[in-house]
T-cell receptor, first 114, second 116 residues
Framework: DAKTTQPNSMESNEEEPVHLPCNHS???????IHWYRQLPSQGPEYVIH???SNVNNRMASLAIAEDRKSSTLILHRATLRDAAVYYC???????????????FGKGTLLTVNP | GAGVSQTPSNKVTEKGKYVELRCDPI?????LYWYRQSLGQGPEFLIY????????DSGLPNDRFFAVRPEGSVSTLKIQRTERGDSAVYLC??????????????FGSGTRLTVV
């Protein structure tokens, strides 16, 4: 599986935007970029995914570099409830292989200050 | 139900005992997964079911671990002769079976297993 690299931790202030980076220099053309987050004492929660174009949903935005070797998860206004570990994961969704498997790294621990 | 339900939420057992962990996936989700998460680490894949069959059990650490999904919905993860190293949070997730959409999975809150 192609690997992702994320900072161990980041800090933000409440109501400010947060940009969480992820490097994936060995990404293949059929890898989707997925983001999950894990709040304390909860299972991971799907946030957003994309292939080539930037994506927006009610939770966040995903900005994907033109060469796809990096991406950024954007929380537009951080709240205390956004404090969590954020995981950037690549998934090959073509038929065959282990396209069902999520390979988690250690993620980025986001702290939100009031 | 609306989400993935895991029971019990916490389980303390003595070394050597047998435990069963249960997962109720979202209704209609044909794919079901078990993951294990040790302290400070990301979740690690254990096993994947498509319907009733285990399509990939390559993540099960050894033959003390076994999982079933007899009717294609509820799944049970079984651990025999538990060891202290089995202590972790066991997570279950489910999804619709078409992976080409790239759609995300829904995880339960996990079962925290402590072997003493």
């Amino acid at each position: 599986d192609a690997k992702t690299t994320q900072p161990n931790s980041m800090e933000s202030n409440e109501e400010e935007p947060v940009h969480l980076p992820c490097n994936h220099s060995t990404i293949s053309g059929t890898d989707y970029i997925h983001w999950y987050r894990q709040l304390p004492s909860q299972g991971p929660e799907y946030v957003i995914h994309g292939l080539t174009s930037n994506v927006n949903n009610r939770m966040a935005s995903l900005a994907i570099a033109e060469d796809r070797k990096s991406s950024t998860l954007i929380l537009h206004r951080a709240t205390l409830r956004d404090a969590a570990v954020y995981y950037c994961i690549l998934r090959d969704v073509t038929g065959g292989g282990s396209n069902y498997k999520l390979t988690f790294g250690k993620g980025t621990l986001l702290t939100v200050n009031p | 139900g609306a989400g993935v339900s895991q029971t019990p939420s916490n389980k303390v057992t003595e070394k050597g005992k047998y435990v069963e962990l249960r997962c109720d996936p979202i209704s209609g989700h044909t794919a079901l997964y078990w993951y294990r998460q040790s302290l400070g680490q990301g979740p690690e894949f254990l096993i994947y079911f498509q319907g009733t069959g285990a399509a990939d059990d390559s993540g099960l650490p050894n033959d003390r671990f076994f999982a079933v999904r007899p009717e294609g919905s509820v799944s049970t993860l079984k651990i025999q002769r538990t060891e202290r190293g089995d202590s972790a949070v066991y997570l279950c997730a489910s999804s619709l079976g078409d992976f080409r959409t790239g759609r995300g999975y829904t995880f339960g809150s996990g079962t925290r297993l402590t072997v003493v």
